[in-house]
């Protein structure tokens, strides 16, 4: 590993999040970069080991479904932080609250009035052929209306340095546990830059989860019993679930561990008998969530969960059916969404999007596969998508017989040319593409983390950051310039 010389640095032409040309940092980044450029080799070597260590012993780790095994790995870790201006972050955060606020206006329409669609803002044929509608989940008014009780929008910058929002999730998202230990990694490698109070921080993140998990509950008291349903251990994000739960100090539970009795209500079973559960925070997918319902063979969820649920004896959070608008078709329409229901312009922006379903679209996308993105509507993780420039012809050919086959199911974006942050590899200081996850609360309040999860690309010129696919992270600053 050599010293940093930032004059070498390259942008390539990119947007890069910490340098403006090179040997010439941000305003914002300005004194890290300073400090990283006086260390030598050993020096940065060995603050690149002790985050790694400081991994081990946390035993944060990730299962990569890809790789063929169900062995956990350390979650690959950058020291460089991402960093952002506060004055910039704010109005982002303005523009996730007004996004969050009318999807969760739009699901609850849709399982009422259904307003949208008969005004003939969103088409009738999304909702009709929609993966995640739940016909089951129609007339139900959660708490406060609240269907995504916790979001992950993932954000990228273009070239321009614009930031748009690329897609809502809206299911079951996940990776805010690392990044809330990103910080605390970060702070023992780089512990010296906390103390200025410059860097807003992310701590308060479980205090605010389980303030707005307990406002969900259905019995009014000042102490509900929270449990967090998991899977199990063989879940991806299994090391989430646990370390939400100790947090938090709320119990983390699988499906055998609850049970509906007759009175409809939900209880878990202790070594001192049952206990009355007020809200589950389900970490399992609507299809596994109640046998007598979805997926008649799941062992993952509770008999007799939607019955409870129904009646309002229960809160589940995300409540199911809020995936209708987890759908990259769907997304197109967010901004005639927030126009609709709060008669304001989007604050943050959409990616340029082709719909295959509409005949123009979708011959222009056919002509172009070789420059698109295209994406399923219903994939998650980076799963069974196209990505053009990098795809041989053989797959183009295979996709483009999947788009004309179900057109509905497909929607593409241009390339996009996604920012870079400097990533220390192990030879130098390199950029890599990067995104980020910021996290959304909605109960009584709406609440957005400060920063979020800064997904990186590992592999040189890869653009895929997903954890499942072997992409890392790095801790995300949200810096105060005032009186610089």
């Known amino acids: 590993m050599s010293k940093i010389n930032w004059k070498q640095y390259a942008c390539n032409g990119l947007y890069d999040e910490l340098m403006a040309a090179p040997g010439v940092p941000r305003p914002a980044a300005k004194a890290l970069c300073e400090y990283l450029a006086e260390l030598d080799a050993h020096e940065l070597a060995e603050h690149k080991s002790a985050a790694e260590i400081a991994i081990q012993v946390m035993g944060i780790t990730f299962t990569v479904y890809s790789e063929g095994s169900m062995i956990d790995r350390a979650l690959p870790f950058d020291i460089v932080p991402r960093i952002i201006p506060l004055d910039e972050w704010q109005r982002t955060e303005a523009g996730l609250k007004q996004r969050v606020q009318a999807l969760n206006m739009f699901i609850n329409d849709l399982y009422h009035d259904q307003r949208i669609i008969r005004d003939g803002v969103v088409p009738a044929e999304i909702l009709a052929q929609s993966a995640n509608f739940r016909p089951q989940c129609v007339g139900v008014s959660p708490r406060h209306n609240i269907w995504a009780h916790i979001c992950g929008s993932d954000i990228v910058r273009d070239v321009e340095g614009t930031l748009f929002v690329l897609e809502d999730n809206l299911r079951v998202p996940s990776g805010v546990s690392y990044m809330l230990e990103n910080r605390n990694v970060t702070k023992r490698v780089l512990p010296d830059f906390f103390a200025t109070g410059r860097i807003q921080p992310v701590d308060d993140y479980t205090s605010q989860l389980y303030e707005m998990l307990a406002s969900m509950s259905p019995r009014p008291g000042d102490d509900p019993q929270i449990v967090i349903l998991t899977p ?36 878990m079973r202790t ?21 007598e319902v979805f997926n008649k063979e799941s062992l993952l969820g509770v008999p007799g969960l939607m019955r409870a649920w129904r009646k309002g004896n229960v809160a589940l959070v995300n409540a199911p059916g809020a995936g209708v608008a987890d759908d990259k078709v769907v997304y197109t329409f967010v901004p005639a969404i927030i126009r609709y229901y709060l008669d304001q312009e989007p604050l943050l922006a959409n990616v340029p999007s082709y719909l295959c379903m509409y005949e123009k679209d979708r011959e222009y996308v056919l002509d172009h596969l070789h420059e698109l993105v295209v994406k399923p509507a219903n994939e998650s993780g980076g799963y069974g998508m196209l990505i053009g420039p990098h795809a041989s012809k053989k797959e183009r050919k295979a996709f483009a017989e999947l788009i004309k086959a179900d057109p509905r199911n497909y929607m593409a974006q241009p390339t996009l040319n996604l920012s870079t942050s400097p990533t220390l590899c192990d030879r130098e200081m390199e950029p890599r593409h990067v995104d980020l996850r910021p996290f959304v609360l909605s109960g009584e309040g709406i609440y957005v983390t400060t920063g979020g999860m800064t997904r990186v690309a590992m592999n040189k010129g890869s653009l895929v950051v997903n954890s499942s696919q072997g992409g890392g992270s790095k801790d995300t600053w949200i810096v105060d310039m005032k009186g610089e």
């Open 232 to 267: 199990g251990i063989y879940n991806s994000a299994y090391f989430e679930h646990a370390y939400l739960a100790q947090q938090m100090g709320v119990q983390l539970v699988e499906g055998s561990d609850l049970l509906v009795a007759d009175d409809e209500c939900v209880y």
């Open 271 to 291: 070594v001192d008998g049952l206990q009355r559960v007020d809200v589950i925070y389900r970490r399992v997918d609507d299809m596994f969530l109640d046998p």
